[in-house]
C-alpha cells in the first residue's frame, strides 16, 4: 500500500479551497482543534487559495504519511501547522507569520 509516494498519497488526501493565488499554502489540521479552525478562517477571510487536512479523521497509511509529513516541517507535530511553498512551516495560529510568509 505504500508503493506510492507522500506526494502522492498527501494530494489525495487534501481538500481544496479556492482563492487568490498567493502561493502554495497546506493546512493540517485536527478537526477539534479550535486554533486549527481560526487558522481556516483567517486564510479564508484573507481569500487565499489553499489546502487542508484534517490528519485525525485519516486512516491507517494515509494518516501515517500525514503525520510523517508534518514532523518532517515541525517536528513536535502540533497542530496547526501551515507550510508555504514548501518552504516556510507557521506553527500554531500565528497571522503575523502567515501574511509574511504569503507576502501580504
Known amino acids: 500500500m505504500l508503493s506510492r ?19 502554495k499554502i497546506t493546512l493540517y489540521a485536527l ?5 486549527c479552525e481560526k487558522t481556516k478562517k483567517f ?5 487565499a ?19 510523517n509529513e508534518v514532523r518532517r516541517w515541525n517536528p513536535r ?3 496547526p ?5 514548501d518552504e516556510v512551516c507557521v506553527v500554531g495560529y500565528n497571522e503575523q507569520e502567515i501574511k509574511k510568509a504569503i507576502g501580504i
Open 49 to 67: 487559495e489553499y489546502s487542508y487536512v484534517y490528519v485525525d479523521l485519516l486512516q491507517s497509511d494515509q494518516k501515517q504519511a500525514a503525520v
Open 31 to 35: 478537526s477539534t482543534c479550535g486554533w
Open 77 to 79: 507535530c502540533s497542530f
Open 81 to 85: 501547522t501551515v507550510v508555504i511553498n
Open 5 to 23: 509516494s507522500v506526494f502522492e498519497i498527501e494530494e489525495f488526501m487534501m481538500q481544496h479551497v479556492p482563492g487568490q493565488n498567493q502561493g
Open 43 to 47: 486564510l479564508d477571510n484573507l481569500g
